[in-house]
């Protein structure tokens, strides 16, 4: 049985300028201790699809479809019952850390209260246990920095702290949304490294949204690919780098920004933006920015399907070569 | 040293504040001379007036003495009671500071609880009641109000005294009862503002990622809304509450008058309606002190709730 077991996820906006198809019938599954990485574009639905799991979305948000996690369904659960499953099951890691950090607030306390609320901890010894896990997490004097506000920290500590107080409760998943965006480039891997330690030393599964697929390489064993609320592709790490089948995961791959170089990792290389879709249209979402796209793609939807062991695609084309041809192999 | 420049800067409003009161009175129509002697007195004993109070003296000459004397601590003497200025202000402004206090307490109360019910009940039937109550609130005169509070709470229900004072060692439980009217009335519209504003702070923090980042802990609706957003939100609420004392000081002036209390901002006006030189100086060189300090100990508290700003006044972590 799965940990995560995501089927059909689809999230609806009415917005004054009509409906908006944030996710549009969402698949996918996260097995214990794997860690699985979502990528794709800005605005391709990955934050509205991960929040919408634990109740997070506000209550414009239209969601249907099902999420079970451990054999227990989070969409349409009650307020109590998600209480239960957040921060203790299932924890989450924001983008930006100073702004997920309440400014007001000593950072070790705000550790201290999913201790406090999910382990019955008193205040001195969730005051220890925080302490140990500063140290966990790698937070340099972490008796000091208990007491310490998140402007005082730099922004790769703050992440370290919200990645404390995530796995505080030892949960069985971590949702992690862009950790490293707001990060620079040179603190980024060590988080990564992180997360990736924490993972091979407690078994929690990581759920890793980025859009960087460079993000992905060293530390995913798993590859989800969405363009426009739709899965596209989805393989083995090592797979989706040797041997991409969509052209879209061709243009992400591509996009990866060289070692060493700037700070910016927004995708240059794909020409077009991601399509505001108001409804699910007959055609391959893609088509319109495809380079090889045919009459086909632009009147039909392609299905998913099998194209290599634990490997699937959504595509009329697949794995057809383009030029420019890949740079980014796995090493 | 923010604080030290802030300090400096607050005495040289002090200065100009204290010159513009000095030649403002200076230019209000009428004789001091002629209100304390009257009308029909004869010049002989006009001058001597005149004389006594430095009256006669260039307009200069009585800056400097003047500003001579307040650097000794001096007010002056007040020309209709012959009392020493300082201390008529001293024996009003307890009065006055009770009043005030007490309707702050009741306003914070008030305005912080039915803001947060105002915020977190939006597009329902209580967060709307909630506002409309405040509108009413915002909208009312404080003079109209007391008066109507008088008509109802001493006069069609006589429950509570319908004005006047007394001190608290004379009898402790009518200082009380003679409190409550004023205090509801002046601090009704104060309630009303911190109210608004809680409203607004408030719904603006539950939209931020840390309050999101607070649901998703698990933290129970309560917690969120106390420990995250309110604890935000204060910040704010504590600033409205510093930049509206002014008002608050306008609102007893009023309230006073009404009530009929021996109170700082009825001292003002019996001043101004006597053309009590010395006496009107020393008011409004108190209430431009009172307004200057209450200004700098608003931010020494807003550093207290927000963290973030004892970087900028000189501490560290
Ligand atoms: N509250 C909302 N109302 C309307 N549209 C929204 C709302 N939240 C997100 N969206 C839209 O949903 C799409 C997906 O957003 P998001 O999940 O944040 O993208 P990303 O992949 O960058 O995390 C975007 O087009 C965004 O404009
Ligand atoms: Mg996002």
């Given at each position: 049985m799965s940990l995560l077991d995501v089927r059909d996820l689809t999230v609806r906006f009415s917005t004054k300028k009509g409906p908006v198809l944030a996710v549009d019938g969402l698949s996918y599954h996260l097995e214990p201790g794997e860690i699985v990485s979502l990528v794709g574009e800005s605005g391709c639905g990955k934050s509205v699809g991960i929040m919408s799991l634990l109740g997070l979305q506000g209550p414009q948000a239209e969601i249907s479809g099902s999420a079970r996690f451990d054999d227990q369904?989070?969409?349409?659960?009650s307020e109590r019952k998600l209480r239960l499953v957040r921060g203790k099951q299932v924890a989450c890691v924001f983008q930006d850390p100073m702004s997920s950090l309440n400014p007001v607030v000593t950072v070790g306390k705000q550790v201290a209260e999913v201790l406090r609320r999910h382990?019955?901890?008193?205040a001195a010894k969730a005051r220890l246990r925080v302490i140990d896990l500063f140290e966990r997490v790698g937070i340099p004097a972490p008796a000091q920095r208990y007491a310490s506000y998140p402007h005082e920290m730099s922004g790769g500590m703050r992440q370290r702290v919200m990645i404390a107080m995530a796995i505080a409760c030892e949960p069985r998943l971590l949702i992690a949304d862009e950790p490293t965006t707001a990060l620079d480039v040179t603190i980024q891997a060590g988080i990564l490294e992180l997360l990736k330690e924490l993972r091979d030393g407690t078994g929690m599964a990581v759920l890793l949204v980025t859009h960087d697929l460079g993000v992905v390489a060293d530390i995913a064993d798993r590859v989800i690919v969405m363009y426009a609320g739709r899965k596209v592709e989805e393989a083995e790490v090592r797979a989706l780098f040797n041997d991409p089948q969509h052209q879209y995961t061709r243009r992400l791959l591509e996009a990866i920004?060289?070692?060493?170089?700037?700070?910016?990792?927004?995708?240059?290389?794909?020409?077009g933006t991601v399509p505001t879709l108001r409804d699910s249209p007959d055609a391959c979402t893609f088509s319109e920015r495809c380079a090889i796209a045919s009459e086909r793609c632009h009147t039909a939807r392609p299905g998913f399907a099998e194209a290599g062991p634990g490997q699937a695609v959504s595509c009329w084309h697949p794995g057809a070569q383009t030029a420019p041809a890949v740079k980014g192999a796995v090493r | 040293m923010r604080f030290l420049a802030r300090a400096g800067s607050a005495l040289i409003t002090l200065l100009i504040a204290v010159a513009v009161v000095f030649l403002g009175v200076r230019a209000l129509p009428g004789d001091p001379a002629v209100a304390l002697?009257?009308?029909?007195?004869d010049p002989a004993a006009l001058e001597a007036v005149r004389q006594q109070y430095g009256l006669d003296l260039p307009i200069t000459v009585q800056f400097v003495k003047y500003l001579e004397q307040i650097v000794t601590g001096n007010l002056g003497t007040s020309v209709r009671t012959g009392m020493p200025v300082s201390e008529v202000i001293a024996g009003a402004i307890p009065v006055t500071l009770e009043l005030a206090v007490v309707a702050i307490s009741v306003a914070v109360a008030i305005g912080v609880t039915t803001g947060v019910i105002a915020a977190l009940g939006r597009g329902k039937a209580t967060g709307w009641l909630v506002s409309v109550g405040a509108l009413i609130g915002l909208s009312i005169p404080a003079f109209w109000l007391g008066i109507m509070a008088i008509l109802v709470f001493?006069?069609?229900?006589?429950?509570?005294?319908?004005s006047g004072f007394v001190p608290i060692d004379v009898d402790p439980v009518a200082h009380v009862t003679h409190l409550v009217l004023p205090a509801l009335v002046l601090g009704s519209a104060f309630a009303a503002v911190i109210m608004r504003q809680t409203r607004a702070a408030m719904l603006e923090a539950l939209t931020t990622d840390y309050v999101r980042t607070a649901i998703a802990k698990g933290l129970s609706r309560r917690q969120v809304v106390v420990k995250h957003a309110l604890r935000n939100s204060l910040v704010v609420v504590a600033t409205v509450v510093g930049l509206q004392l002014g008002t608050l000081i306008a609102g007893a002036v009023v309230t006073e008058q009404v009530f009929v209390i021996p109170g700082f901002g009825k001292l003002m006006i019996d001043a101004v309606t006597t053309r009590d030189y010395p006496l009107i100086q020393g008011v409004v060189l108190i209430t431009a002190t009172a307004y200057i300090v209450i200004n700098l100990l608003t931010d020494l508290l807003y550093s207290l709730l927000d963290p973030r700003m004892r970087i900028m006044s000189g501490g560290s972590a």
């Open positions: 369904e989070l969409l349409g659960a382990r019955g901890l008193s920004p060289q070692r060493g170089g700037g700070r910016d990792r927004r995708l240059h290389g794909i020409p | 002697v009257g009308q029909e007195g001493a006069i069609m229900i006589p429950i509570l005294p319908a």
